[in-house]
């Protein structure tokens, strides 16, 4: 038997116990659970097939007393003694994706974001437009190219202009995102509608995710119906799904919301989080988004999203949108901290707009934790690899 040793001020403490998909040479990928610097193998200390399946999927479709009951359990387990092979060093295995995306919708939620690249991209006009503070704009992205952490990105090739009109080639305004993404457990079936109040019955937990963007071939195709092929190449998630039990302490209260919203996104309860991100290129931090100033919260996207019926599936994955705030080194995204890339920023001495080759991001991301300390998300992290050349 094994007792795991929590370090005071681990981010991975028992106040935290997120979820992950993990597998040891030889084995097969199946649900963990982080407590530490170890990875407790579910299906081998609770002897409960749906945890020796190699996604979250299946334990999150049996609901939130379900995820209540797991979590007391996990707790009290992970704290006495353990079975010697039901635990691993976390640097001795291997991270998956923590579950299989159903669908994936990527929202617009930070008003520092809107304005900002609202005042980039269409600076004679008010930067907002008119249904912003109205609902929570977003769009369909892919689900099928949602990536965990340190799997590489490939720059994309697409169309851009130039003053003879369209080319084609490698993006040469590849940028990030820094999001929080939203993962749903409870589905409900077409018809349906999941009410601000009922948030937490469907949201099993939240990863962190780069949307990774390519600004010269989203800013030709965009519009009128929004991002495309600028975006669907890849999106990164975490590795950790930080359960929406082990957030209670970040919750707050959100911004004042004017004009007041309609009546089916008005907030029950408070579902602002205080969590503090940090983003570093080449290992050096650029920006420290905070969460706790975006405008919609992720009840209110939920609501918006299946205000019209829409089927939610277990599985599906709504981001944030860009976490931004009003400080040049708080936004979530390049365009946003070099203005366009007007204003480079020193990445180790090189002056940098967008990512080049090589260029690797990482995003992470702590909240307060119930026990007086911060819980941690882990990180979201990819490299750029050259693009590649397709045949015709
Ligand atoms: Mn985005």
Request: charged letters at 20%; proline letters at 8%; glycine letters at 10%.
């Amino acid at each position: 038997m094994t007792t795991i040793a929590v370090p005071a001020g681990s981010p991975f403490g028992l106040d935290n116990l997120p979820y992950g998909v993990f597998s040891t040479p030889g084995t097969g990928p199946r649900v963990g659970v982080r407590v530490a610097d170890s990875v407790v193998d579910l299906a081998a200390t609770l002897g409960d097939a749906v945890f020796a399946r190699p996604s979250l999927n299946a334990f999150m479709a049996q609901g939130r007393a379900r995820w209540d009951e797991v979590r007391r359990r996990v707790a009290d387990l992970a704290a006495g003694e353990l079975p010697d092979e039901a635990v691993h060093p976390v640097l001795a295995v291997t991270m998956h994706r923590p579950f299989d995306v159903a669908d994936y919708v990527d929202f617009y939620a930070s008003e520092h974001h809107a304005t900002n690249l609202g005042r980039i991209l269409r600076p004679d006009s008010e930067p907002l437009l008119p249904n912003w503070k109205h609902l929570p704009v977003g769009y369909h992205g892919r689900a099928g190219t949602v990536v965990v952490t340190g799997t590489d990105v490939v720059r994309p090739c697409g169309q851009r202009t130039s003053e003879g009109g369209p080319v084609f080639g490698p993006s040469q305004r590849l940028d990030i995102e820094a999001e929080l993404g939203f993962v749903v457990g409870t589905p409900l079936p077409l018809g349906s509608r999941v009410s601000t109040a009922e948030f937490a019955d469907h949201v099993f937990g939240a990863v962190l995710v780069n949307d990774w963007s390519a600004r010269d071939i989203q800013a030709w195709e965009y519009q009128p119906l929004g991002p495309h092929l600028g975006k669907s190449f890849a999106t990164s998630i975490s590795a950790w799904v930080v359960p929406l039990q082990a957030l209670e302490a970040a919750r707050v209260a959100g911004p004042v919301q004017e004009p007041q919203v309609l009546p089916y996104l008005a907030e029950q309860e408070d579902w602002g989080l205080d969590i503090d991100l940090a983003v570093s290129w080449n290992g050096q931090v650029v920006s420290r988004p905070v969460y706790r100033e975006m405008y919609w919260s992720p009840a209110q996207m939920l609501a918006h999203l299946t205000v019209n019926g829409a089927a939610t599936n277990t599985g599906d994955l709504y981001a944030s949108g860009t976490i931004s705030g009003p400080g040049r080194h708080e936004r979530g995204a390049l365009i946003e901290i070099t203005w366009g890339g007007r204003d480079p920023v020193d990445v180790a001495g090189r002056p940098s707009t967008f990512l080049e080759d090589g260029d690797e991001v990482t995003i992470s991301a702590t909240a307060p934790g119930a026990a007086g300390g911060r819980i941690g998300f882990g990180d979201v992290t990819g490299r750029i690899l050259p693009a590649v050349d397709l045949p015709a």
